[in-house]
């Protein structure tokens, strides 16, 4: 086999030979071999596949798309073939000859070069822009307008529209207020001491523009004490005061330094210390002894022994034998290393604790149901008992209500959270009454010395008012 072909090929490598097909070269055909290809892999489908006949039959059909809009196989005879029956004989007519000033209207009537090559030669129509009919949230504003429709079918006014139906129509022919300018002497006086007109205009308009002043909050007009800015002194203050007015103030402020007294004098009390008083062993106990009688009337037995022995810890002497006595008494009792381990229950004492818990569980919902009935012949009790509930919630709010009262022209606390301490230090106190004694007191304003000072009784005041808070000089 391979020697027939062999002798084929230089038979037709002989420069005399005649091929068949006159387009193939003998030096290709003895030159080229046939090429041995896998056709099971992808990359060898486009190398060595032959789709010319592919390319050309879809080359023919885009042709035939443009030029006729269509394939021809598809169009009907009539629009492809025509019958041709020659010129139409029609009349000779008679066409008269342009004036001077008339000019003939052949060849200006056809389109120019320049326009039939913009025109459009492809008759395959554009292709469709889909995203210029898509709608962003096309579902749900569908889906809303299918709503809007269901509730207007049933007469339900949204909450939007009804917005929409209250709100206060716009003026369009209103016209927004000009500022009149500085520098026209025809303007009008302004007062600087008369009340401030208000500004007229489109509310909104003026609060854009700044013009509409911010309103005030309630919260700061509200005083932050009752009490006047000048309290006025009690009549037995004046500078020719009345005998029996006279007397009273003098027995406020005798009161006040009777107070001061009282509180110095409890101070001292209780930083005193006797030297010749010492304490023993049998007074210290009697004293505890007393304190743990008086704790017995708020205090139950277990707990009293207990703080009663705490109290006296390390100031008796116990016996050490007794001690070892008890601690082998309770070794004694206990077993070393012992592990007690419940019996098995029988099935009869299951049953029996079963039904004693049935029983117990039957006992008191009966008690439950008896307590209910017994309370409906206790109605009339149990309305008094609310009525009292009542009545005492309503003293305590009334109370309530007028310490608070009373508190609003007190001076405040600095807070809570303060240190006692710095509370005491920075507390408000109370100026010293400025009085005059009664040999002290002037017939006239001439001879009167003035008591205490301006200055000082406004920063009182001040404080007392809950203006600034109190405070004492660092000293």
Known sequence: MAPTRRLKRVVASQPGFLHLNSTVDAATLVSSRRKRINKNKKKNWTKYSDINDVEDFLEDVRHQERTTGGLISEKPDDSLFFLDVGQPRTAESTVPEPGEGKKRKGKTSRPLRIDLILQRDSLVPPPIDVLAYQQPNAKKLRRKAQRAEQLAAKGVVTRRQKQLLNRRPV????KKSLTEANNNPGRDFYDIWGQESKPVGDLWYLQQTGKQLVKRPERLNEQPSVLPAVEVIAPGG????????????????????????KAEEKIERQLAFDKDDTATEVTFISVLLL??????????CGLQETVFKEQVEGLVEEDDDAEAAEAANEQDHVAVGAITLSEKKTERQRKKEKAEKLKDQRRLAERQQTGQQQQLYQLRSIKSSIRQQEEKTKARRNERKAKQEAQKS???RLGRTELLIVFFICRFQAPDLEIKLSDELAGSLRQLKPEGSVLSDRFKSLQKRNLIEPRERAK
């Open 171 to 174: 003026d369009r022919a209103a």
């Open 291 to 300: 304190k743990s009688l008086v704790f017995d009337r708020t205090c139950s």
């Open 410 to 412: 007190q001076p405040r």
């Open 238 to 261: 004046s500078y020719n005061p009345d005998f029996f007015s006279h007397q009273a103030l003098l027995q406020e402020a005798h009161d006040v330094e009777v107070k001061k007294q």
